[in-house]
């Protein structure tokens, strides 16, 4: 196909132990997943499910350095299980919904915490707070075929060497089955969708030189330098 200016070249993130990589096509965010950020962020942890979404080449690998945004005073770590999507549909039944994931990896939504509130307060979209430029880094994806799904296990972030979130992937309030369902119910999911399954409570700042590193049990960890 031609094209009147130079295509950009697809995102994709990294499949382990293979040459081949995933295209991503959407990323889709799952918004106060667990019980006790919602409570650290002053939100209502009855609330049904809610989402936003970055931009596909908001991706950064795995062992990147990243740069501090512009246009923000408080860039905040969020630590997160990402699911990859193999094959898509709509209205997917929960019984059936970890068949249509790929994979899963470790992943980070990173956030304008100050530009998101700001937005928020004055009942404007979360965009410019969650989908700006490398916001969305995502280690190296592990097929479900090898590694199985992820209904529990434990999940931290450390900036620098100390530990500022530890949780565990169970004490999501809305698990990968339900969440496939009920996103699917919104718009029809396709093959190199990604999933942000939501974060833990410990959220909080970095600065230039900050290191951060992610543990998922059961996949690679995933290690972002701020410059």
Known sequence: MDYVIPAPEPASVAVIGQTARFPVRRIF??????????????????????????????????GSIIDYPPQTENFHFEM?????????????????????VYGYATGLD????????????????????????????????????DTGHFPKGSIWL????????????????????????NLSGIVTLAAGDLIYTGTPDGVGPVVSGDKMLGHIDGLSDIEITVR
């Open 29 to 62: 965010c799952v918004g106060r997943n667990y019980v006790a950020h919602i409570r650290e962020m002053g939100g209502d942890e009855r609330d049904p499910p809610f989402y936003f979404c970055k931009p596909a080449d908001a991706i950064v690998p795995t």
């Open 80 to 100: 997160e299980l990402v699911a990859a999507i193999g094959t898509g549909g709509a209205n997917i039944a929960e019984e059936d919904a970890l068949d249509h």
């Open 110 to 145: 990173m956030t304008r915490r100050d530009v998101q509130i700001a937005h928020r307060e004055k009942g404007r979209p979360w965009d410019m707070g969650k989908g700006f430029d490398q916001s969305a880094p995502c280690g190296d994806i592990h097929p479900a075929s």
């Open 158 to 181: 450390k900036v620098n060497g100390d530990t500022k979130q530890n949780s565990d992937l169970e004490l999501m309030i809305w698990n990968l089955q339900e969440t496939i369902a």
